[in-house]
């Protein structure tokens, strides 16, 4: 791909299926882009706009997403495990079975995010703005949410067990039938 200056992407760019896989684009602009089914294994994303992008189905596994602009983003499907989305903002982001499994959202921003069957086990959401994202029925085993903000989120019939809650605040969580971290389920 050659050096990070010796291209311009344009926003809402058509990389539908492209393979750019380890590709450097921090602080690119792909506000709007079609990145569907695209391969950005290990792809440096950092400080990158996203918005609104339509990323459904990509492969982002390992990707550096550090502070990246997701805001209403199509994330359907696409592959996050282990990918590094520390302070990413991905307020109202579409993130219907996405896995997530073991991926970094320290201080993430999930503010009305949809994670409607997300796989998150052993993600790290330390810090993470989680404030009435449904998590209801979701597996959150082993999951670090050190001082997450889950204000009235849905976490009806949740799986916890083992998950760190330590600094969580939960005002006005829905907690029913959820399976607690020492194994209890509340009522």
């Not at 918005?51 to 602009?69: D, E, F, I, P």
């Not at 809650?165 to 607690?180: F, S, Y």
Request: charged share 20%.
């Amino acid at each position: 791909m050659g050096r990070e200056d010796d291209y311009t992407i344009e926003p809402g760019a058509n990389l539908r299926r492209a393979d750019l896989e380890g590709a450097k684009l921090s602080k690119a602009d792909l506000t709007g882009a079609d990145l569907t089914d695209a391969n950005l294994r290990r792809a440096d994303l950092e400080r990158t706009k996203l918005s609104k992008a339509n990323m459904s189905g990509a492969n982002l596994y390992r990707a550096t997403l550090t502070a990246a602009k997701l805001r209403d983003t199509n994330l359907t499907g696409a592959n996050l495990t282990g990918a590094n989305l520390i302070g990413a903002n991905l307020t109202g982001a579409n993130l219907t079975g996405a896995n997530l499994r073991g991926a970094w959202l320290l201080g993430a921003n999930l503010t009305d995010a949809n994670l409607t069957g997300a796989i998150l086990t052993g993600a790290n959401m330390d810090l993470a703005d989680l404030i009435a994202v449904d998590l209801s029925g979701h597996d959150l085993s082993n999951a670090d949410l050190t001082g997450a903000n889950l204000s009235g989120a849905n976490l009806h019939d949740a799986y916890l067990t083992g998950a760190n809650l330590k600094g969580t605040k939960m005002r006005g969580a829905n907690l029913t039938g959820a399976t607690m971290p020492d194994g209890s389920v509340h009522e």
